[in-house]
Nanobody
Framework: QVQLVESGGGSVQAGGSLRLSCAAS????????MGWFRQAPGKSREGFAS???????SYADIVKGRFTISRDNAKNTLYLQMNSLKPEDTAMYYC?????????????????WGQGTQVAVSS
């Protein structure tokens, strides 16, 4: 049974930082491309960071230069370092495992999803 469990969310002031983690089990983690998505109230889910099995990352423009995705294959863990947070970054954040061999920001490419961790950024 595949499980993805996010942690590290919380409340922070604008300009602050948070580091999210996603612990994976039940799959050969090192073989999977992984991604981070978020969904704000009243908005659709959006993909903004992904990383392939070799560590090559891609980002949406909305987070480029502020967020960093990384992975530790020995620990079966995905990370998201978020700096210079803005109130518009407030959302539920999800990690996901992709069925594609290359990094993707499209939710349809992802098969397994975590339950999410909430991030709230105040101004």
């Amino acid at each position: 049974q595949v499980q993805l469990v996010e942690s590290g969310g919380g409340s922070v002031q604008a300009g602050g930082s948070l580091r999210l983690s996603c612990a994976a089990s039940g799959l050969t983690y090192s073989n999977w491309c992984m991604g981070w998505f978020r969904q704000a109230p009243g908005k659709s889910r959006e993909g903004f960071a992904s990383i392939d099995s070799d560590g090559r990352a891609s980002y949406a423009d909305i987070v480029k230069g502020r967020f960093t995705i990384s992975r530790d294959n020995a620990k079966n863990t995905l990370y998201l370092q978020m700096n210079s947070l803005k109130p518009e970054d407030t959302a539920m954040y999800y990690c996901a495992a992709s069925i594609r061999p290359i990094a993707s920001l499209r939710s349809n490419d992802y098969k397994y999803w975590g339950q999410g961790t909430q991030v709230a950024v105040s101004s």
